[in-house]
């Protein structure tokens, strides 16, 4: 089945920022910035979900409140943008679609961004909220974090640095399109390169080079959890694009999963590009594949 009319949404606006960084391969960071805080754009807003804004534990959030969730359930969100760009607000719309169908609430982590404050200051941010939102009172098995592309990442290795803490772990964690091999060894990283209108390896290898302070290892589990020993981890729900370069990462992460003997299900769509739910409420394959993750969620 061909993709719909709506998703081409995503694409145009993927291509359009890909044309604009061609043509301007000297573009500064904060116009860079400007630029990919469009993200929310091919999203419609979210019904019934109010929103505010706090600090918690020093890091900014937005908390996204769907009308009737259940209060003791929280999304904890990473957001996307090769850990340079993106921010909680170009994501909040996004993860109020996903907190409303799973019926929980969630918060969307404005965490420090490369190359200001690169690895692993982006973890430290995370750890300092799930510790607070323990202290508040929220139960471990009652939150779950998620997060898109290199906040994908970052819902992941942030499990991981709980529980090299020590301290509980969330009930399950979703990744959509997560970007987590920092060593760009993906085979869909070429095979897909004709397709994906915006990741390609120069700009992962880019933001990478943002990411890593000289002398950490790309294969740091805490950067790259393709290295990480996932026994233990909670159950996992992973989607990513047909067409997508980081399409392989997302595979990659099941079968490291499975092997650990975690509970993971992969979601493959046919024809969306890279973290085609930022498209919620606009294009019916993301509606029925956040239906998918909803009936998951509650299960």
């Given at each position: 089945?061909?993709?719909?009319?709506?998703?081409?949404?995503?694409?145009?606006?993927?291509?359009?920022?890909?044309?604009?960084?061609?043509?301007?391969?000297?573009?500064?960071?904060?116009?860079?910035?400007?630029?990919?805080?469009?993200?929310?754009?091919?999203?419609?807003?979210?019904?019934?979900?109010?929103?505010?804004?706090?600090?918690?534990?020093?890091?900014?959030?937005?908390?996204?409140?769907?009308?009737?969730?259940?209060?003791?359930?929280?999304?904890i969100y990473t957001h996307g943008g090769g850990f340079a760009v993106g921010s909680a607000?170009?994501?909040?719309?996004?993860?109020?679609?996903?907190?409303?169908?799973?019926?929980?609430?969630?918060?969307?982590?404005?965490?420090?961004?490369?190359?200001?404050?690169?690895?692993?200051?982006?973890?430290?941010?995370?750890?300092?909220?799930?510790?607070?939102?323990?202290?508040?009172?929220?139960?471990?098995?009652?939150?779950?974090?998620?997060?898109?592309?290199?906040?994908?990442?970052?819902?992941?290795?942030?499990?991981?640095?709980?529980?090299?803490?020590?301290?509980?772990?969330?009930?399950?964690?979703?990744?959509?399109?997560?970007?987590?091999?920092?060593?760009?060894?993906?085979?869909?990283?070429?095979?897909?390169?004709?397709?994906?209108?915006?990741?390609?390896?120069?700009?992962?290898?880019?933001?990478?080079?943002?990411f890593l302070p000289e002398g950490a290892s790309p294969s740091d589990p805490l950067a790259?959890?393709?290295?990480?020993?996932?026994?233990?981890?909670?159950?996992?729900?992973?989607?990513?694009?047909?067409?997508?370069?980081?399409?392989?990462?997302?595979?990659?992460?099941?079968?490291?999963?499975?092997?650990?003997?975690?509970?993971?299900?992969?979601?493959?769509?046919?024809?969306?590009?890279?973290?085609?739910?930022?498209?919620?409420?606009?294009?019916?394959?993301?509606?029925?594949?956040?239906?998918?993750?909803?009936?998951?969620?509650?299960?």
């Amino acid at each position: 089945m061909s993709p719909s009319r709506e998703s081409d949404s995503l694409r145009a606006l993927y291509q359009g920022w890909t044309d604009r960084m061609v043509a301007d391969p000297a573009m500064d960071l904060p116009t860079m910035r400007d630029m990919f805080d469009q993200w929310h754009s091919t999203a419609s807003e979210p019904e019934d979900v109010r929103y505010k804004t706090e600090t918690v534990a020093g890091v900014p959030v937005i908390w996204a409140l769907p009308d009737g969730a259940d209060e003791a359930k929280l999304m904890i969100y990473t957001h996307g943008g090769g850990f340079a760009v993106g921010s909680a607000d170009s994501h909040r719309k996004m993860a109020g679609h996903t907190a409303k169908a799973c019926g929980a609430n969630a918060i969307v982590v404005d965490y420090r961004r490369a190359p200001e404050d690169p690895f692993p200051a982006q973890l430290e941010d995370s750890l300092a909220v799930y510790k607070e939102l323990l202290d508040r009172g929220y139960k471990a098995e009652n939150m779950s974090t998620i997060g898109d592309s290199a906040g994908g990442n970052l819902a992941v290795a942030s499990v991981l640095k709980f529980r090299e803490e020590g301290l509980p772990l969330p009930g399950c964690v979703i990744a959509y399109s997560p970007w987590l091999d920092m060593e760009h060894k993906g085979k869909t990283l070429d095979t897909n390169a004709d397709t994906d209108a915006l990741v390609s390896r120069a700009i992962l290898e880019g933001m990478a080079g943002m990411f890593l302070p000289e002398g950490a290892s790309p294969s740091d589990p805490l950067a790259n959890p393709l290295y990480a020993d996932l026994t233990g981890f909670p159950r996992l729900y992973i989607n990513v694009g047909g067409v997508e370069t980081l399409r392989d990462n997302g595979e990659r992460l099941h079968a490291l999963a499975t092997a650990a003997g975690v509970d993971s299900t992969l979601s493959i769509v046919d024809g969306m590009q890279h973290v085609f739910p930022s498209m919620s409420g606009t294009a019916p394959e993301v509606d029925e594949e956040i239906q998918r993750v909803a009936t998951w969620y509650k299960k």
